[in-house]
């Protein structure tokens, strides 16, 4: 069964260090999103992305945050200066179409960043 | 806000019993959808269940929707050990879907 690949599966950065997290979403979903949970919260929604363009994105997601797709087949996240309260795990999730349509999100197993 | 909420956050029941959670919601939808997530793991898709829809079936699982009352639940029938997970219910948006808080539900042996 196709599924969406995340790497690394841990990172750990100093604070103020530039990091990238990166995904490989199913191969024919068009729709990309990220998502982070903090230990022990909820799962929150950072951004969502199509046709190389952010669609809609959170509060969260602040001049920090990023998002790419540099190629036919990777999704990244770069977040530019972290923050001790960065630290999450997050998680890149994918669909096929829109989800006006009843699409459902196809999550990778996430990376575990860890701001020191 | 979309967002749903679920009751209890955490439920914990023997093996070969029934699991009931709970889920609020405050907006309108188009449709309701419920995941799980093992200890650390991404969320798996279990089930969705669209607004017009008002109950659902699959294996074990038996989702019920209530768009009057913006509710819905999710049963899990004859437990297994291996249901033992976290379960969210979510509200899909024009390009975003948001969970709730989620039920903690541990299954003992």
């Known amino acids: 069964e196709p599924e969406v690949t995340q790497t690394p599966s841990h990172q750990v950065t100093q604070m103020g260090q530039e990091v990238i997290l990166r995904c490989v979403p199913i191969?024919?979903?068009?729709?990309f999103y990220w998502y982070r949970q903090i230990l022990g919260q909820k799962v929150e929604f950072l951004v969502s992305?199509?046709?190389?363009?952010?669609?809609?994105k959170s509060e969260i997601f602040d001049d920090q945050f990023s998002v790419e797709r540099p190629d036919g087949s990777n999704f990244t996240l770069k977040i530019r200066s972290t923050k001790l309260e960065d630290s999450a795990m997050y998680f890149c999730a994918s669909s096929r179409d829109r989800l006006s349509t009843n699409e459902k999100l196809f999550f990778g197993s996430g990376t575990q960043l860890s701001v020191l | 806000s979309q967002q749903g909420e679920e009751d209890p956050q955490a439920l914990s029941i023997q093996e070969g019993e029934n699991a009931t959670m709970n889920c609020s919601y405050k907006t309108s939808i188009n449709n309701l959808q419920w995941y799980r997530q093992n200890s650390g793991r991404g969320l798996v898709h279990l089930i969705l269940?669209?607004?017009?829809?008002r109950e659902k079936h699959s294996g074990r699982l038996r989702v019920t929707l209530d768009t009057s009352k913006k509710s819905s639940s999710l049963l899990i029938t004859a437990s297994r050990a291996a249901d033992t997970a976290s379960y969210f219910c979510?509200?899909?948006?024009?390009?975003?879907?948001?969970f709730g808080s989620g039920t903690r539900l541990s299954i003992r042996p």
């Open positions: 979510a509200t899909s948006g024009a390009s975003k879907i948001i």
């Open positions: 191969s024919n979903h068009l729709y």
């Open positions: 269940i669209r607004s017009n829809e």
């Open positions: 992305f199509y046709n190389n363009e952010i669609s809609e």
